[in-house]
Protein backbone atom coordinates (compact mmCIF):
# COMPACT_ATOMS: atom_id res chain seq x y z
CA UNK A 1 0.00 0.00 0.00
CA UNK A 2 0.50 4.10 -0.17
CA UNK A 3 3.22 5.07 2.57
CA UNK A 4 5.36 8.19 3.57
CA UNK A 5 9.13 8.11 5.41
CA UNK A 6 10.14 11.65 6.97
CA UNK A 7 13.11 12.10 8.69
CA UNK A 8 13.31 11.52 12.65
CA UNK A 9 13.54 14.10 14.76
CA UNK A 10 13.50 15.97 17.06
CA UNK A 11 15.27 18.63 14.76
CA UNK A 12 16.97 22.03 16.93
CA UNK A 13 17.84 24.78 14.95
CA UNK A 14 19.10 28.42 15.49
CA UNK A 15 16.97 31.43 13.89
CA UNK A 16 18.29 32.20 10.69
CA UNK A 17 19.47 28.64 9.81
CA UNK A 18 18.44 26.40 6.81
CA UNK A 19 15.81 23.77 7.44
CA UNK A 20 15.79 20.76 5.30
CA UNK A 21 12.70 17.64 6.43
CA UNK A 22 13.67 14.48 3.96
CA UNK A 23 9.96 12.86 2.76
CA UNK A 24 10.05 10.06 0.86
CA UNK A 25 6.94 7.84 -0.68
CA UNK A 26 5.91 4.38 -1.70
CA UNK A 27 2.98 5.10 -4.11
CA UNK A 28 1.15 3.40 -6.98
CA UNK A 29 -0.22 5.69 -9.48
CA UNK A 30 0.39 9.36 -9.68
CA UNK A 31 -0.48 10.56 -5.75
CA UNK A 32 -0.52 14.29 -4.67
CA UNK A 33 1.88 15.33 -1.77
CA UNK A 34 1.81 17.87 0.93
CA UNK A 35 3.23 19.22 4.09
CA UNK A 36 1.24 19.47 6.97
CA UNK A 37 2.18 21.74 9.64
CA UNK A 38 0.81 21.62 13.66
CA UNK A 39 1.70 23.87 15.81
CA UNK A 40 1.02 23.14 19.81
CA UNK A 41 -2.39 22.44 20.76
CA UNK A 42 -4.19 22.77 17.56
CA UNK A 43 -5.14 20.90 14.66
CA UNK A 44 -3.44 20.53 11.47
CA UNK A 45 -3.04 22.91 8.71
CA UNK A 46 -1.66 22.69 4.93
CA UNK A 47 1.59 24.22 4.46
CA UNK A 48 1.86 23.40 0.52
CA UNK A 49 0.82 21.17 -2.27
CA UNK A 50 2.17 19.27 -4.99
CA UNK A 51 -0.34 17.17 -7.41
CA UNK A 52 2.31 16.21 -10.48
CA UNK A 53 5.71 14.93 -11.23
CA UNK A 54 7.79 18.38 -11.24
CA UNK A 55 5.79 20.34 -9.18
CA UNK A 56 7.43 23.13 -6.25
CA UNK A 57 4.93 23.80 -3.84
CA UNK A 58 5.29 26.66 -1.74
CA UNK A 59 4.65 28.79 0.96
CA UNK A 60 5.25 31.06 4.40
CA UNK A 61 9.07 30.44 2.94
CA UNK A 62 9.09 26.87 2.88
CA UNK A 63 9.48 25.06 -0.84
CA UNK A 64 8.69 21.45 -1.93
CA UNK A 65 9.32 19.64 -4.95
CA UNK A 66 7.83 16.75 -6.12
CA UNK A 67 10.24 14.16 -7.63
CA UNK A 68 8.86 11.26 -9.02
CA UNK A 69 12.41 9.99 -10.27
CA UNK A 70 13.70 9.63 -6.05
CA UNK A 71 10.13 9.26 -4.97
CA UNK A 72 11.08 12.12 -2.46
CA UNK A 73 9.15 15.81 -1.19
CA UNK A 74 11.51 17.56 0.72
CA UNK A 75 10.90 20.42 2.67
CA UNK A 76 13.19 23.58 3.03
CA UNK A 77 13.22 26.76 4.24
CA UNK A 78 16.08 29.04 3.90
CA UNK A 79 15.99 30.96 6.80
CA UNK A 80 13.42 30.02 9.93
CA UNK A 81 11.91 31.99 12.39
CA UNK A 82 10.99 30.94 15.88
CA UNK A 83 7.75 30.94 15.05
CA UNK A 84 8.17 27.64 12.40
CA UNK A 85 8.74 25.90 15.77
CA UNK A 86 6.09 23.05 15.33
CA UNK A 87 5.47 19.41 13.74
CA UNK A 88 5.68 19.05 10.41
CA UNK A 89 4.01 15.79 8.43
CA UNK A 90 4.67 14.64 4.92
CA UNK A 91 0.90 13.12 3.56
CA UNK A 92 -0.15 11.83 0.20
CA UNK A 93 -3.25 11.53 -1.31
CA UNK A 94 -4.50 8.11 -2.98
CA UNK A 95 -8.01 9.21 -4.11
CA UNK A 96 -9.69 9.55 -0.95
CA UNK A 97 -7.39 9.36 2.26
CA UNK A 98 -4.47 11.35 3.13
CA UNK A 99 -1.54 8.97 4.41
CA UNK A 100 0.84 10.49 6.78
CA UNK A 101 4.31 10.53 7.78
CA UNK A 102 5.32 9.91 11.65
CA UNK A 103 6.42 13.44 11.90
CA UNK A 104 9.37 15.81 12.62
CA UNK A 105 9.28 18.05 14.94
CA UNK A 106 10.94 21.50 14.99
CA UNK A 107 12.54 23.47 17.64
CA UNK A 108 14.08 26.73 16.71
CA UNK A 109 16.08 28.86 19.14
CA UNK A 110 16.17 32.75 19.59
CA UNK B 1 -16.25 31.34 7.53
CA UNK B 2 -15.85 29.24 10.09
CA UNK B 3 -13.70 26.32 9.25
CA UNK B 4 -14.38 22.85 10.47
CA UNK B 5 -15.24 22.56 14.00
CA UNK B 6 -15.01 19.52 16.40
CA UNK B 7 -16.68 19.17 20.12
CA UNK B 8 -15.75 18.19 22.30
CA UNK B 9 -12.55 19.57 22.82
CA UNK B 10 -11.49 17.37 25.37
CA UNK B 11 -13.30 13.86 27.02
CA UNK B 12 -12.47 11.81 29.58
CA UNK B 13 -13.65 7.91 29.99
CA UNK B 14 -13.00 5.05 31.18
CA UNK B 15 -12.51 1.56 29.63
CA UNK B 16 -15.34 -0.46 28.25
CA UNK B 17 -17.65 3.28 27.82
CA UNK B 18 -18.47 4.45 24.79
CA UNK B 19 -17.86 7.77 23.22
CA UNK B 20 -19.62 10.03 20.32
CA UNK B 21 -17.24 12.41 18.77
CA UNK B 22 -18.88 15.42 16.78
CA UNK B 23 -17.87 17.10 13.49
CA UNK B 24 -19.14 20.10 11.13
CA UNK B 25 -17.75 20.59 7.95
CA UNK B 26 -16.83 24.05 6.28
CA UNK B 27 -20.10 25.05 4.72
CA UNK B 28 -20.48 24.27 1.08
CA UNK B 29 -18.54 20.59 1.96
CA UNK B 30 -19.84 17.38 1.38
CA UNK B 31 -17.31 15.37 2.21
CA UNK B 32 -15.81 14.37 5.98
CA UNK B 33 -12.84 12.24 6.93
CA UNK B 34 -11.85 10.87 10.82
CA UNK B 35 -8.74 10.19 11.63
CA UNK B 36 -6.87 9.14 14.92
CA UNK B 37 -3.44 10.76 16.20
CA UNK B 38 -1.51 8.57 18.85
CA UNK B 39 1.07 10.52 20.74
CA UNK B 40 3.79 11.11 18.75
CA UNK B 41 2.76 9.28 15.89
CA UNK B 42 0.88 10.79 12.30
CA UNK B 43 -2.79 10.89 11.88
CA UNK B 44 -4.25 7.29 10.28
CA UNK B 45 -7.46 7.30 8.55
CA UNK B 46 -10.15 6.21 9.94
CA UNK B 47 -13.77 6.74 7.87
CA UNK B 48 -14.80 9.15 4.83
CA UNK B 49 -18.35 9.85 4.44
CA UNK B 50 -19.59 11.77 0.75
CA UNK B 51 -22.98 12.47 0.21
CA UNK B 52 -23.71 10.51 3.32
CA UNK B 53 -22.34 7.54 2.31
CA UNK B 54 -19.56 5.45 3.46
CA UNK B 55 -16.35 5.63 0.66
CA UNK B 56 -13.24 4.15 2.49
CA UNK B 57 -12.85 2.84 5.67
CA UNK B 58 -9.09 2.65 7.39
CA UNK B 59 -7.82 -0.67 9.13
CA UNK B 60 -9.76 -0.45 12.46
CA UNK B 61 -11.65 -2.49 14.39
CA UNK B 62 -15.51 -2.43 14.16
CA UNK B 63 -16.23 -0.69 17.67
CA UNK B 64 -15.22 2.06 15.45
CA UNK B 65 -18.36 3.44 13.44
CA UNK B 66 -19.25 6.92 12.34
CA UNK B 67 -22.12 8.26 10.29
CA UNK B 68 -22.97 11.47 7.87
CA UNK B 69 -25.86 13.63 8.38
CA UNK B 70 -28.49 15.40 5.75
CA UNK B 71 -26.46 18.60 6.98
CA UNK B 72 -23.11 17.25 6.12
CA UNK B 73 -21.64 16.93 9.93
CA UNK B 74 -20.49 13.94 11.13
CA UNK B 75 -20.29 11.72 14.16
CA UNK B 76 -17.70 9.24 15.27
CA UNK B 77 -18.63 6.53 17.73
CA UNK B 78 -16.31 3.90 19.73
CA UNK B 79 -17.46 1.47 21.40
CA UNK B 80 -15.99 -0.39 24.41
CA UNK B 81 -13.19 1.37 25.17
CA UNK B 82 -9.45 0.79 25.12
CA UNK B 83 -7.09 2.43 26.75
CA UNK B 84 -5.12 2.66 23.22
CA UNK B 85 -8.20 4.34 21.76
CA UNK B 86 -6.39 7.83 23.84
CA UNK B 87 -5.54 9.73 21.04
CA UNK B 88 -6.59 13.04 19.28
CA UNK B 89 -9.59 12.33 16.93
CA UNK B 90 -9.06 14.66 13.61
CA UNK B 91 -11.96 15.53 11.27
CA UNK B 92 -11.36 17.13 8.32
CA UNK B 93 -13.72 17.79 5.11
CA UNK B 94 -13.66 18.60 1.72
CA UNK B 95 -15.53 19.59 -1.24
CA UNK B 96 -15.13 16.50 -2.97
CA UNK B 97 -15.52 12.61 -2.06
CA UNK B 98 -12.45 11.52 -4.42
CA UNK B 99 -9.92 12.63 -6.44
CA UNK B 100 -6.09 12.53 -5.74
CA UNK B 101 -6.34 16.80 -5.63
CA UNK B 102 -8.71 16.61 -3.33
CA UNK B 103 -7.88 19.18 -0.37
CA UNK B 104 -9.07 18.54 3.13
CA UNK B 105 -8.91 20.98 6.04
CA UNK B 106 -8.91 19.79 9.26
CA UNK B 107 -10.26 20.82 12.41
CA UNK B 108 -8.56 21.43 16.26
CA UNK B 109 -9.33 17.82 17.08
CA UNK B 110 -10.65 16.04 19.88
CA UNK B 111 -8.91 14.84 22.47
CA UNK B 112 -9.98 11.86 23.86
CA UNK B 113 -8.63 9.78 27.26
CA UNK B 114 -9.25 6.36 28.29
CA UNK B 115 -8.26 5.65 31.83
Known amino acids: GNSVTQMEGPVTLSEEAFLTINCTYT??????LFWYVQYPGEGLQLLLK?????DKGSNKGFEATYRKETTSFHLEKGSVQVSDSAVYFCALTDDYKLSFGAGTTVTVRA | DAGVTQSPTHLIKTRGQQVTLRCSPISGHKSVSWYQQVLGQGPQFIFQ???????GRGNFPDRFSARQFPNYSSELNVNALLLGDSALYLC??????????????FGPGTRLTVL
Open chain 2, 49 to 55: YYEKEER
Open chain 1, 50 to 54: ATKAD
Open chain 2, 92 to 105: ASSNRGAGSHNEQF
Open chain 1, 27 to 32: ATGYPS
